[in-house]
């Protein structure tokens, strides 16, 4: 059994520790000059600089950049997540035939790779008007977040007793109220859980946002840091700053959440 527990923790301490490899890589080439980073490419740096984070804070680009990413994202998960939850609990507490048919429906949409549907939506946003803008984006990620949030909430709010609902019925409460004032303060840590992973898909997304947002003012941080390739094709650390500075924004993000987090995904695995 001991031996068991210590190849446990082994594993675990492996994954972690492969899983930060990339963060220290970059974090540790940022800070190296590109005449070091010639001649030693994977070792600490000797003589740290900060040349290059300050280079991307000054650079012009970047204010614009983070806000478009933080608007896409906020608007494309707040869409998905009150869609899902409008979807979820009726769902959750019919029972009838049609949420049995709807669920293996929104296993098949989640199997849909989003590439396959890149070009209707192209030709869709196109037609539309939305093409270098947000509101087209916002549209797209949230519709392919929403079947993933309707999936994770429908099995979420079957484990919450039905009981809590009709005590609040029975108090006068309508099916609003009890979704409001019943359902979401039990659902936090499944919402939180839901909205983190949400919200790393949509900052890191590059297909999307490359080809719906085609002008630099438009762009998300992540299109932009690697439109930079050609600008600082030879300049490997001030890369690493950018995509250091990049990444930054969802670690926080996942910091700040991951006491839910933790709690959503045991929740989502019991129920």
């Given amino acids: 059994m001991r031996r068991s527990i210590i190849a446990r923790h082994g594993l675990l301490t492996l994954a972690v520790l492969v899983t930060l490899a990339p963060i ?5 080439t940022s800070l190296k000059s590109e005449e070091e980073y010639s001649g030693d490419r994977v070792g600490l740096p000797a003589n740290p600089t900060f040349e290059n984070i300050s280079t991307v804070l000054d650079d012009p680009n970047l204010s614009t950049w983070i806000l478009n990413s933080v608007l896409i994202t906020l608007g494309s998960v707040l869409l998905a997540m009150v869609a899902g939850v409008l979807a979820a609990y009726p769902m959750a507490r019919s029972e009838g035939w049609w949420p049995k048919g709807l669920l293996p429906g929104l296993v098949l949409l989640l199997a849909v790779p989003p590439v396959v549907l890149v070009v209707p939506l192209f030709i869709m946003m196109v037609n539309l008007e939305l093409l270098n803008s ?3 984006v916002i549209l797209t990620y949230a519709g392919l977040l929403t079947p993933l ?47 983190v992973v949400a919200a790393v898909y949509v900052w890191n997304e590059f ?7 085609q002008t630099q003012e438009s762009q998300t941080l992540v299109v932009g840091v690697a439109s930079l390739r050609g600008r600082f094709d030879i300049n490997e650390p001030l890369l690493m ?11 926080v993000a996942f910091l700040f959440g991951q006491r839910y987090f933790a709690r959503g995904l045991v929740a989502g695995a019991l129920k």
């Fill in 149 to 195: 949030a309707t999936y994770l909430m429908v099995g979420f709010i079957r484990g919450i007793p039905p009981e809590l609902d009709e005590a609040a019925a029975i108090d006068g409460a309508g099916r609003a109220r009890v979704l409001w004032h019943v359902i979401l303060p039990v659902m936090r840590p499944a919402l939180v859980t839901l909205a």
């Fill in 207 to 213: 297909l999307i946002a490359l080809l719906f947002l």
């Fill in 134 to 136: 947000k509101l087209g």
């Fill in 24 to 28: 220290a890589f970059m974090a540790m």
């Fill in 241 to 251: 700053a950018w995509s250091l500075v990049a990444s930054l924004p969802v670690i």
